[in-house]
C-alpha cells in the first residue's frame, strides 16, 4: 500500500510569505507527527496530532507555525511571514498509535527554503 | 537537562565487520527506545523497537541492546556490507510520553 507522501518536495520561498505543507499518512494511522531536520541536526519535534486533535503544540518554534488535521487523515503544517532561520526538511510521519510503542512511518520530507 | 547522545564522527569500517553504534541518555526514563535508519535525502526508516524490560532485540542481521542501569543502547549490525552505509538514529520517550527524542545520529561507513 501506499506511504506517508509529502507535498511539495521542494519550495522555496521568500522571506516574509506564507507557506504550507501537506501530509498525506497512511490510511488509519491515527498518530501524525511533524518534525524539523537542518542540516546536520536531529530530528526537532514540532506537534502531534491524535486523530484531529494536537494534545501537545509545545515544539512549534513560534506563533508563526501552526498545523491542523482534518478526518483524521490529512495535515496542513502552515508556517506564517517566514524567516530564513525556517529552512530546512520538514518530515511527516504516522503510526498507527501515538507513542514509541509504535513504529513511525516518515514520509520523504518537504525541503523549505527562504531566501 | 535531558539529552541524547549518539557519536557525531562517522564510523568507519570494513565490509564483512560487526558495527556497533551507541545511544547515550542522561536525565530520562524511556519505556522505549527505537532504531531509525536514514539515507541522504530521505525519511528514516524504522528498524528496531526495544522496550524498557528488555535487554536484548534482534533481527536478522541487527541486535539491539538496552542497559537502563547505564542508561545506554548498542545497535548491532554483523556480517556488514556497503549498503548498510547510512546515517542510524535512536530515539526515545520520556517513559510515558508520546512524544519521540531523536538522537542526531551517527553515519556509518562500511568499506567494500
Known amino acids: 500500500g501506499a506511504g506517508v507522501s509529502q507535498s511539495p518536495s521542494n519550495k522555496v520561498t521568500e522571506k516574509g510569505k506564507d507557506v504550507e505543507l501537506r501530509c498525506d499518512p497512511i490510511?488509519?494511522?491515527?498518530?501524525l507527527y511533524w518534525y524539523r531536520q537542518s542540516l546536520g541536526q536531529g530530528l526537532e519535534f514540532l506537534i502531534y496530532f491524535q486523530g484531529n486533535s494536537a494534545p501537545d503544540k509545545s515544539g512549534l518554534p513560534s506563533d508563526r507555525f501552526s498545523a491542523e488535521r482534518t478526518g483524521g487523515s490529512v495535515s496542513t503544517l502552515t508556517i506564517q511571514r517566514t524567516q530564513q532561520e525556517d529552512s530546512a526538511v520538514y518530515l511527516c510521519a504516522s503510526s498507527f498509535k501515538p507513542g514509541l510503542a509504535n513504529e513511525q512511518y516518515f514520509g520523504p520530507g518537504t525541503r523549505l527554503t527562504v531566501t | 537537562s535531558q539529552k541524547i547522545e549518539q557519536n557525531s564522527e562517522a564510523l568507519n569500517i570494513q565490509e564483512g565487520k560487526t558495527a556497533t553504534l551507541t545511544c547515550n541518555y542522561t536525565n530520562y526514563s524511556p519505556a522505549y527506545l527505537q532504531w531509525y535508519r536514514q539515507d541522504p535525502g530521505r525519511g528514516p526508516v524504522f528498524l528496531l523497537l526495544i522496550r524498557e524490560n528488555e535487554k536484548e532485540k534482534r533481527k536478522e542481521r541487527l541486535k539491539v541492546t538496552f542497559d537502563t542501569t547505564l542508561k545506554q543502547s548498542l545497535f548491532h549490525i554483523t556480517a556488514s556490507q556497503p549498503a548498510d552505509s547510512a546515517t542510524y538514529l535512536c530515539?526515545?520517550?520520556?517513559?510515558?510520553?508520546?512524544?519521540?527524542?531523536f538522537g542526531r545520529g551517527t553515519s556509518l561507513i562500511v568499506h567494500p
Open positions: 530515539a526515545l520517550d520520556a517513559g510515558g510520553s508520546y512524544i519521540p527524542t
Open positions: 490510511s488509519g494511522h491515527t498518530a
